[in-house]
Protein backbone atom coordinates (compact mmCIF):
# COMPACT_ATOMS: atom_id res chain seq x y z
CA UNK A 1 0.00 0.00 0.00
CA UNK A 2 1.65 2.91 -0.82
CA UNK A 3 1.00 6.40 -0.25
CA UNK A 4 1.96 9.20 -2.49
CA UNK A 5 3.16 12.65 -2.26
CA UNK A 6 4.12 15.28 -5.43
CA UNK A 7 5.76 18.57 -4.89
CA UNK A 8 7.14 19.99 -7.80
CA UNK A 9 7.96 24.05 -7.67
CA UNK A 10 9.24 24.51 -10.99
CA UNK A 11 9.27 22.74 -14.11
CA UNK A 12 10.65 24.97 -17.15
CA UNK A 13 11.71 23.54 -20.57
CA UNK A 14 14.41 24.71 -21.75
CA UNK A 15 14.05 28.48 -24.16
CA UNK A 16 10.83 28.21 -22.21
CA UNK A 17 8.72 32.05 -21.20
CA UNK A 18 7.43 30.47 -18.34
CA UNK A 19 6.97 27.38 -16.29
CA UNK A 20 4.80 24.36 -17.07
CA UNK A 21 4.46 23.15 -13.55
CA UNK A 22 5.15 25.93 -10.73
CA UNK A 23 4.47 25.28 -6.80
CA UNK A 24 2.33 22.33 -7.78
CA UNK A 25 1.44 19.85 -4.92
CA UNK A 26 -0.35 16.88 -4.83
CA UNK A 27 -0.87 14.34 -2.46
CA UNK A 28 -2.76 10.29 -3.04
CA UNK A 29 -3.83 8.05 -0.41
CA UNK A 30 -2.42 4.16 -0.58
CA UNK A 31 -4.46 2.48 -3.18
CA UNK A 32 -6.42 5.78 -4.36
CA UNK A 33 -7.70 6.30 -7.74
CA UNK A 34 -6.88 9.81 -8.85
CA UNK A 35 -8.10 11.45 -12.38
CA UNK A 36 -6.67 14.26 -13.33
CA UNK A 37 -8.38 16.11 -15.44
CA UNK A 38 -7.20 19.53 -18.03
CA UNK A 39 -7.29 20.45 -21.64
CA UNK A 40 -4.49 19.63 -23.72
CA UNK A 41 -1.05 21.03 -23.17
CA UNK A 42 -1.66 22.04 -19.52
CA UNK A 43 1.10 20.01 -18.45
CA UNK A 44 -0.85 16.46 -17.42
CA UNK A 45 2.31 14.26 -19.38
CA UNK A 46 4.86 16.20 -18.05
CA UNK A 47 3.78 16.05 -14.84
CA UNK A 48 3.11 12.00 -15.00
CA UNK A 49 7.02 12.03 -16.82
CA UNK A 50 8.43 13.60 -13.65
CA UNK A 51 6.70 10.83 -11.34
CA UNK A 52 8.32 8.45 -13.61
CA UNK A 53 11.48 9.34 -13.82
CA UNK A 54 11.64 9.83 -17.42
CA UNK A 55 11.92 13.54 -16.90
CA UNK A 56 13.69 14.08 -13.66
CA UNK A 57 14.61 18.11 -14.75
CA UNK A 58 12.50 19.89 -12.43
CA UNK A 59 12.47 21.50 -8.55
CA UNK A 60 10.77 19.45 -5.89
CA UNK A 61 10.30 15.86 -4.54
CA UNK A 62 8.15 13.01 -5.16
CA UNK A 63 7.52 10.50 -2.46
CA UNK A 64 6.39 7.14 -3.15
CA UNK A 65 5.93 5.33 -0.24
CA UNK A 66 8.62 3.61 1.52
CA UNK A 67 11.46 6.28 0.43
CA UNK A 68 14.72 3.99 1.40
CA UNK A 69 13.68 1.89 -1.97
CA UNK A 70 13.17 2.79 -5.73
CA UNK A 71 9.62 2.45 -5.93
CA UNK A 72 7.98 0.28 -8.68
CA UNK A 73 6.15 2.34 -11.44
CA UNK A 74 3.67 1.21 -14.25
CA UNK A 75 3.27 3.46 -17.25
CA UNK A 76 0.50 2.89 -19.68
CA UNK A 77 1.08 5.20 -22.51
CA UNK A 78 -1.76 6.63 -25.06
CA UNK A 79 0.11 3.86 -27.63
CA UNK A 80 0.21 0.66 -26.29
CA UNK A 81 4.07 0.10 -27.20
CA UNK A 82 4.10 -3.14 -27.38
CA UNK A 83 6.84 -5.16 -29.41
CA UNK A 84 5.22 -6.56 -32.83
CA UNK A 85 7.65 -9.27 -32.90
CA UNK A 86 6.46 -11.05 -29.53
CA UNK A 87 3.24 -12.43 -28.68
CA UNK A 88 1.06 -11.10 -25.77
CA UNK A 89 2.14 -13.15 -23.35
CA UNK A 90 6.24 -12.70 -24.19
CA UNK A 91 5.34 -8.88 -23.89
CA UNK A 92 4.13 -8.68 -20.91
CA UNK A 93 6.81 -11.52 -19.33
CA UNK A 94 9.40 -8.96 -20.32
CA UNK A 95 9.06 -6.66 -18.09
CA UNK A 96 8.90 -9.20 -14.95
CA UNK A 97 11.82 -9.00 -12.36
CA UNK A 98 13.72 -12.65 -12.08
CA UNK A 99 11.90 -13.79 -8.89
CA UNK A 100 8.53 -13.30 -10.37
CA UNK A 101 6.50 -16.58 -11.52
CA UNK A 102 4.93 -16.41 -15.49
CA UNK A 103 2.22 -17.99 -13.85
CA UNK A 104 1.01 -14.28 -12.22
CA UNK A 105 -0.13 -13.28 -15.87
CA UNK A 106 -2.44 -15.88 -16.62
CA UNK A 107 -4.77 -14.61 -13.97
CA UNK A 108 -4.63 -11.07 -15.27
CA UNK A 109 -5.21 -12.54 -18.67
CA UNK A 110 -8.37 -14.21 -17.96
CA UNK A 111 -9.61 -10.98 -15.73
CA UNK A 112 -9.02 -8.92 -18.99
CA UNK A 113 -10.16 -11.59 -21.37
CA UNK A 114 -7.45 -12.32 -23.38
CA UNK A 115 -6.43 -16.06 -22.20
CA UNK A 116 -7.49 -17.25 -25.91
CA UNK A 117 -5.03 -14.64 -27.80
CA UNK A 118 -2.05 -14.92 -25.26
CA UNK A 119 -0.02 -16.02 -27.97
CA UNK A 120 -0.59 -13.91 -30.80
CA UNK A 121 1.07 -11.33 -32.41
CA UNK A 122 -0.27 -7.27 -31.76
CA UNK A 123 -0.38 -6.95 -34.90
CA UNK A 124 -3.67 -9.83 -34.82
CA UNK A 125 -4.89 -7.82 -32.85
CA UNK A 126 -7.69 -5.43 -31.99
CA UNK A 127 -7.01 -1.79 -30.97
CA UNK A 128 -8.87 -2.42 -27.98
CA UNK A 129 -7.19 -5.72 -27.48
CA UNK A 130 -4.01 -3.99 -27.67
CA UNK A 131 -4.53 -1.69 -24.67
CA UNK A 132 -5.61 -4.47 -22.45
CA UNK A 133 -2.29 -5.66 -22.85
CA UNK A 134 -0.54 -2.83 -22.20
CA UNK A 135 -2.98 -2.21 -18.84
CA UNK A 136 -1.90 -6.15 -17.58
CA UNK A 137 1.84 -5.64 -18.26
CA UNK A 138 1.51 -2.28 -15.99
CA UNK A 139 -0.20 -4.46 -13.53
CA UNK A 140 2.27 -7.83 -13.72
CA UNK A 141 4.83 -5.50 -11.93
CA UNK A 142 2.79 -5.02 -9.09
CA UNK A 143 4.06 -0.67 -9.34
CA UNK A 144 4.27 1.09 -6.10
CA UNK A 145 2.51 3.68 -8.27
CA UNK A 146 0.17 3.66 -11.70
CA UNK A 147 0.56 6.11 -14.40
CA UNK A 148 -2.07 5.77 -17.05
CA UNK A 149 -1.82 8.55 -19.71
CA UNK A 150 -5.46 8.89 -21.42
CA UNK A 151 -4.60 5.17 -22.69
CA UNK A 152 -8.13 4.83 -24.01
CA UNK A 153 -8.31 8.74 -26.40
CA UNK A 154 -8.08 6.63 -29.69
CA UNK A 155 -10.99 4.05 -28.72
CA UNK A 156 -14.75 4.24 -29.85
CA UNK A 157 -17.23 4.81 -26.86
CA UNK A 158 -18.20 1.45 -27.31
CA UNK A 159 -14.79 -0.17 -26.90
CA UNK A 160 -13.23 2.71 -24.37
CA UNK A 161 -16.11 1.50 -22.02
CA UNK A 162 -16.14 -2.30 -22.21
CA UNK A 163 -11.95 -1.71 -21.69
CA UNK A 164 -12.92 0.66 -18.88
CA UNK A 165 -15.34 -1.67 -17.16
CA UNK A 166 -11.90 -4.23 -17.49
CA UNK A 167 -9.54 -2.05 -15.86
CA UNK A 168 -11.55 -1.32 -12.72
CA UNK A 169 -12.61 -5.13 -12.21
CA UNK A 170 -8.92 -5.51 -12.23
CA UNK A 171 -8.22 -2.67 -10.14
CA UNK A 172 -10.70 -4.27 -8.08
CA UNK A 173 -9.64 -7.13 -7.71
CA UNK A 174 -5.50 -5.96 -7.17
CA UNK A 175 -5.52 -2.70 -5.92
CA UNK A 176 -2.69 -0.06 -6.58
CA UNK A 177 -2.06 3.55 -6.53
CA UNK A 178 -3.52 4.92 -9.68
CA UNK A 179 -3.12 8.84 -11.70
CA UNK A 180 -4.64 8.51 -14.58
CA UNK A 181 -5.16 11.58 -17.32
CA UNK A 182 -8.06 12.20 -19.11
CA UNK A 183 -9.66 15.15 -20.87
CA UNK A 184 -12.99 13.20 -20.51
CA UNK A 185 -15.00 14.53 -17.77
CA UNK A 186 -17.53 11.24 -18.34
CA UNK A 187 -14.48 9.06 -18.46
CA UNK A 188 -13.20 10.68 -15.17
CA UNK A 189 -16.07 10.18 -13.37
CA UNK A 190 -16.49 6.71 -14.20
CA UNK A 191 -13.18 5.80 -13.00
CA UNK A 192 -11.92 7.44 -10.07
CA UNK A 193 -12.59 8.75 -6.43
CA UNK A 194 -10.78 11.72 -6.74
CA UNK A 195 -11.11 14.34 -9.40
CA UNK A 196 -8.31 16.95 -9.92
CA UNK A 197 -8.59 19.60 -12.04
CA UNK A 198 -6.04 21.71 -13.61
CA UNK A 199 -5.52 24.64 -15.45
CA UNK A 200 -2.24 26.24 -17.13
CA UNK A 201 0.33 28.32 -17.01
CA UNK A 202 1.88 27.48 -15.14
CA UNK A 203 -0.18 23.75 -14.13
CA UNK A 204 -2.05 24.37 -11.54
CA UNK A 205 -5.22 22.76 -9.24
CA UNK A 206 -8.35 24.69 -9.72
CA UNK A 207 -11.07 22.34 -8.04
CA UNK A 208 -10.25 18.35 -6.16
CA UNK A 209 -13.58 16.94 -5.80
CA UNK A 210 -14.45 13.55 -4.55
CA UNK A 211 -16.79 11.44 -6.59
CA UNK A 212 -19.68 10.56 -4.66
CA UNK A 213 -21.14 7.96 -7.04
CA UNK A 214 -21.03 4.62 -5.60
CA UNK A 215 -18.82 2.05 -7.14
CA UNK A 216 -21.52 -0.14 -7.82
CA UNK A 217 -23.21 2.52 -10.39
CA UNK A 218 -20.39 3.33 -12.22
CA UNK A 219 -22.16 1.85 -15.25
CA UNK A 220 -25.52 4.43 -14.54
CA UNK A 221 -24.53 6.57 -17.97
CA UNK A 222 -27.38 8.92 -16.62
CA UNK A 223 -25.82 8.88 -12.53
CA UNK A 224 -22.74 9.85 -14.11
CA UNK A 225 -24.42 12.82 -16.43
CA UNK A 226 -25.82 14.12 -13.82
CA UNK A 227 -23.20 14.48 -11.74
CA UNK A 228 -21.19 16.06 -14.94
CA UNK A 229 -23.53 18.29 -15.26
CA UNK A 230 -23.69 18.98 -11.67
CA UNK A 231 -19.77 19.44 -11.70
CA UNK A 232 -20.27 21.94 -14.68
CA UNK A 233 -22.95 23.92 -13.57
CA UNK A 234 -21.46 24.55 -9.34
CA UNK A 235 -17.95 24.90 -11.24
CA UNK A 236 -17.69 27.44 -14.06
CA UNK A 237 -13.76 27.06 -14.52
CA UNK A 238 -14.53 23.13 -15.49
CA UNK A 239 -16.30 23.67 -18.39
CA UNK A 240 -13.22 25.59 -20.15
CA UNK A 241 -11.10 22.52 -19.12
CA UNK A 242 -13.19 20.28 -21.45
Request: some cysteine.
Amino acid sequence: MTDVHITIDNKTYAGAAQATIADFSLSLQANEFVCLVGSSGCGKTTLLNCLSGLDNQYDGEILVGKQHTTPKIGYIFQNPRLLPWRTVRENIELVLDPEQSPDLIDPLLDIMQLTQVQHEYPERLSVGMNRRVAIIRAFAVNPDLLLMDEPFVSLDPPTARDVRALLLQLWQQRPHTVLFVTHDLREAIALADRLIFLASTPMRVISDIVVPIARTQRHDEAAIENFRQQLINHYPDIKQLL
